[in-house]
């Protein structure tokens, strides 16, 4: 079992950035692929960006170029850092964990672990 936990979630104006960070539990978050998503109000779900076990990453292009995902596997946490922030990012963010052993997906269906979610909201 698997639990993640979001933090840095926040009011942002256009422009500005943010730092979304997500813990994992468990001893083996190294062979584990996550992914970060998305859902603004009356919305589906939708991929943001992904990091495999491997550390290879994947963007939507919707946010290609603004923002990067990484991982710190010695502290068991994936961050995602946002520049460059647009109303249109404004959604509840989730952290999603796939493995151990699988690839990163863009599918949310594909994911076994769900963080809770972390308002981010941006101003124009």
């Known amino acids: 079992q698997v639990q993640l936990v979001e933090s840095g979630g926040g009011l942002v104006q256009t422009g500005g950035s943010l730092r979304l960070s997500c813990a994992a539990s468990?001893?083996?978050?190294?062979?584990?692929?996550m992914g970060w998503f998305r859902q603004a109000p009356g919305k589906e779900r939708v991929f943001v960006a992904a990091?495999?076990?491997?550390?290879?990453?994947y963007y939507s292009d919707s946010v290609k170029g603004r923002f990067t995902i990484s991982r710190d596997n010695a502290k068991n946490t994936v961050f995602l850092q946002m520049n460059s922030l647009k109303p249109e990012d404004t959604a509840v963010y989730y952290c999603a964990g796939r493995g151990p052993g699988k690839y990163a997906s863009i599918n949310p269906d594909e994911y076994d672990y769900w963080g809770q979610g972390t308002q981010v909201t941006v101003s124009s």
């Open positions: 468990g001893r083996t978050f190294s062979s584990y692929s």
């Open positions: 990091i495999s076990w491997r550390v290879s990453t």
